[in-house]
């Protein structure tokens, strides 16, 4: 026998009611997910920043034992065994010197230059992907904090704004020669800003995306890595990362023969060493992976270690670039400042114009 719909007021009061019920359910799934989704994206967070800023403080031991076999040195042997535990005698050291504020010196700026100098290298990493994606609870977990489809603007953003922590800490120290060091940074980076942005246009259009994450895809989708349709690009891209993390040759801004450690000599403690371990380190560290995305397939590879095999050639990709980095440091001479700008404006702007022409006469005729 058929059940008699409710009617009359009654039956008005239990469909309100019902529907109130269903919108309040509806919207606690709803604000439970974005709980759930907040929590990820905070492990994600937390898991990148301990890991990446680990290894950054122990990157200085690796790149003073790697200049120490360069130059027929030693390098650090005495704290801790083969001298592991230097870079925490290093902190410890920084966090106990006194830092002293210049007479003269606009505080605030002073500290902000620090904040900026910091944050965007770390930002990089966001929209790093490290891996592909997969199940676990039955959610779809993605090894990228944050994977938005405009992942390299949100790059070349924070490369320009991490100007401005080089610019700010030589203005407001009110010293002459943090101000030429800052000066020189910034003519640098405006410079090689304009060529990488140019360099990595080819990349984008034969990916068809800016998503990180769709550029490794495209990649392993073709069977063929970026690199072999764009080797200049990659060379130019390892230029512009040398000068906008101003590693040699093109340390300029921190010329100590002429400028006594540049943009950040008045600065002491661990406000000074802040500034090596954001440019030299971290920056470099996010760059190398900006361009294993770009040109050597992400996170691709032989599957020899199973899951985590991905990971693995991320890692050792990363790390390949990184060395190499270390390694010109501490084997080529520094290029003077005027040497610099002419490169980046005379040679290297219209090569990377020239291969974005080619590559997009053969792209619509392919």
């Known amino acids: 026998m058929s059940q008699i719909p409710p009617t009359g007021v009654m039956g008005q009061l239990e469909k309100a009611v019902y529907k109130y019920s269903s919108t309040r359910l509806h919207g606690l799934v709803k604000r439970s997910a974005m709980l759930v989704d907040l929590g990820i994206t905070l492990l994600k967070i937390l898991i990148v920043l301990g890991i990446f ?36 005698a290093d902190g410890i050291k920084l966090l106990t010197k006194e830092s002293i504020v210049p007479k003269g010196a606009d505080k605030f700026v002073y500290y902000l230059a620090i904040i900026l100098a910091l944050t965007p290298s770390i930002l990089l990493f966001s929209v790093i992907p490290f ?14 904090v944050s994977d938005v489809n405009i992942a390299l603007l949100f790059v070349f953003a924070m490369g320009s704004i991490a100007v401005y922590g080089t610019i700010f800490s030589g203005w407001a120290s009110n010293s002459k020669y943090a101000f030429l060091g800052s000066l020189r940074k910034a003519a640098v980076i405006i410079a090689y800003e304009v060529v990488l942005g140019f360099s990595v246009l080819g990349v984008i259009m034969l990916s068809g995306t800016m998503s990180t994450v769709g550029i490794v895809e495209a990649q392993i989708n073709k069977g063929v890595w970026n690199i072999v349709y764009q080797p200049v690009a990659f060379i130019l891209f390892l230029f512009c990362m040398l000068a906008e993390s101003g590693r040699v040759p093109f340390d300029i801004q921190e010329a100590e023969a002429e400028l006594v450690t540049g943009y950040n000599v008045e600065y002491g403690g661990m406000r000074f060493g802040i500034f090596p371990l954001a440019e030299w380190y971290l920056n470099v560290m996010a760059l190398s992976a900006i361009a294993v995305v770009l040109f050597f397939g992400g996170w691709s590879g032989p599957n020899i270690l199973g899951p985590i095999s991905p990971y693995f050639w991320f890692v050792v990709k990363i790390f390949s670039i990184v060395f190499f980095v270390l390694w010109l440091h501490w084997t080529l001479p520094r290029f003077q400042a005027k040497d610099i ?10 090569l990377a114009i020239i291969n974005l022409t080619i590559t997009a006469v053969v792209y619509y005729f392919i």
Do not use: N
Request: hydrophobic fraction near 45%; charge should be positive.
């Open 53 to 88: 800023l680990g290894i950054g403080t122990y990157l200085t031991w690796f790149e003073r034992k790697l200049a120490g076999h360069i130059q027929a040195r030693l390098g650090p042997k005495i704290v801790g065994p083969f001298g592991l535990l230097q870079p925490l």
């Open 131 to 144: 891996g592909p994606s997969f199940e676990l609870f039955g959610r779809e977990i993605k090894p990228i």
């Open 341 to 350: 700008t002419d490169i980046a404006w005379k040679i290297m702007l219209p």
